[in-house]
C-alpha cells in the first residue's frame, strides 16, 4: 500500500501493540509519530499518511496531534485519516474522538482483516468534510458528537463543506467545495 503510517501514543503498552498491528498491514512504512514537521515531509514521499492513536485513558492527550493534523495548511496533511484504536469505548471517548475530527474509532478485536477492512475504506471513495469555525473533519450528522448546522438554521454560523477523495498514488482531491453563509435575516 502506497500510504504511511504514524502511531500516536506511548511506545509501550498500546502503542507498542498498535506499532505492531500497523507494520502488519502492508504500509509503505510505519513508525511512531514525532513531529509535524516530519509528518509534512512524508507527505511529499507517500501521498497519504494515516495516523493511528493508541487507546489512552487520556482522550484530551490526543488533541494536539489531532489539531496540528486538522487545521494543517498542507491538504495532503489536513485531509489524512485519523483513526483512533479504542480497548473500552465509551460515549465519552466516542463523542471526543468525533469531535476532534477523527475519520474512525475501531475497537477490539483488532484483527488484521477487521483493521484492513476499516484502513480500506478511508481511500478511493468519497468522503464528506466540514469545516467550521470550530471544527474540521468528517461529516458527522446524525452520529454522536457536534454537528454543522444547516445553512437555514437560526443562528447558524458560516461553514465549508468539501467532498475529498484519497488517491494512494496522487494525495487527496478535493471534488467539491461550498461555502454557506448563514441568511440575512
Known sequence: MRAYAYVVGPESGPGAALLDVARGLGFAGVSQFSTIAQAEQQTQITPVCFFLFAATENLQSLRGVADAVRF??????????????????????????????FDDIITMPFTRKRVLERVARQVGQNLVYFETPSYFGPDRRGRTGSQPRAAGERGASQYRRLEIVRNLMSGINVVRDDHFAPAAV
Open 72 to 101: 494543517s495548511t498542507m491538504r495532503r496533511l489536513r485531509f489524512s485519516p485519523l483513526i483512533y484504536f479504542a480497548e473500552s469505548p465509551s460515549v465519552e471517548a466516542i463523542t471526543a474522538c468525533l469531535n476532534m475530527g
